[in-house]
């Protein structure tokens, strides 16, 4: 949506590489921001998510860093495996939610 | 755990038929959302419901309409399918507070993949 802006488009590392992903937000009164996966020809899925009232949160190999002065959250995924490969949609919340446009995340073993 | 299930994996319809797209979940949410998925533009917001018989217009509300008669249950319709809507849907649904149904995760069904001819 034009609320939230992702990048980037697409992402290749290399297995055991990071991988980061960002979006910005228009809208100061969003609080919540989740971020979802989806593999190909599956559901999306939340991952992780973060409300306002917080910087970082932390999942094993995932964390999510929120920024709201400048309006931008984060996905980092650490020491990534093949198994991350995915499309990747941030979302944030402001009476209704909206979704980035996703990022191709291709994990080369 | 949530379960949203779609009732058609894959249809196609002619253009200019009325198509029903059914959705029900099990877990009593309050907010159930329709949304379509095309490649490069993300999801975007179609309808949405935050309790029985309510419903709210997303971004991209022209050509749909959606019933909501039963609280596990969110229907899209359309109304004279055309074939610029053949995309991907899904549908999903949260646990809410009534008029307010922000800050909490979306569950979805496995979405069904329209074809309009």
């Known amino acids: 949506g034009e609320n939230v802006e992702q990048h980037p488009s697409t992402l290749s590392v290399q297995e055991g590489d990071s991988a980061v992903i960002k979006c910005t937000y228009s809208?100061?009164?969003?609080?919540?921001f989740p971020w979802y996966k989806q593999e190909l020809g599956k559901r999306p899925q939340l991952i992780i998510d973060i409300r306002s009232n917080v910087g970082e949160k932390k999942d094993q190999r995932i964390a999510v860093t929120l920024n709201k002065t400048a309006k931008h959250f984060s996905l980092h995924i650490t020491e990534t495996q093949p198994e991350d490969s995915a499309v990747y949609f941030c979302?944030?919340?402001?009476?209704?939610?909206?979704f980035g446009s996703g990022t191709k995340l291709n994990v080369k073993p | 755990d949530v379960k949203v299930t779609q009732s058609s994996r894959y249809l196609v319809k002619r253009t200019g038929e009325k198509v029903f797209l059914e959705c029900v979940q099990d877990?009593?949410?309050?907010?159930m959302f329709w949304y379509r998925q095309d490649p490069g533009l993300g999801l975007r917001l179609i309808y949405f419901s935050y309790d029985v018989k309510m419903k709210e217009k997303g971004d991209i509300p022209e050509g749909y309409s959606v019933s909501r008669e039963k609280k596990e249950r969110f229907s899209l319709i359309l109304e004279s399918a055309s074939t610029n809507q053949t995309s991907m849907y899904l549908c999903a649904s949260s646990w809410g507070q009534g008029a307010i149904p922000l800050s909490s995760p979306l569950h979805f069904g496995n979405g069904t993949r329209l074809t309009v001819t």
């Open positions: 877990m009593d949410h309050e907010n």
């Open positions: 809208d100061s009164a969003s609080n919540y």
């Open positions: 979302a944030e919340d402001f009476n209704k939610f909206y």
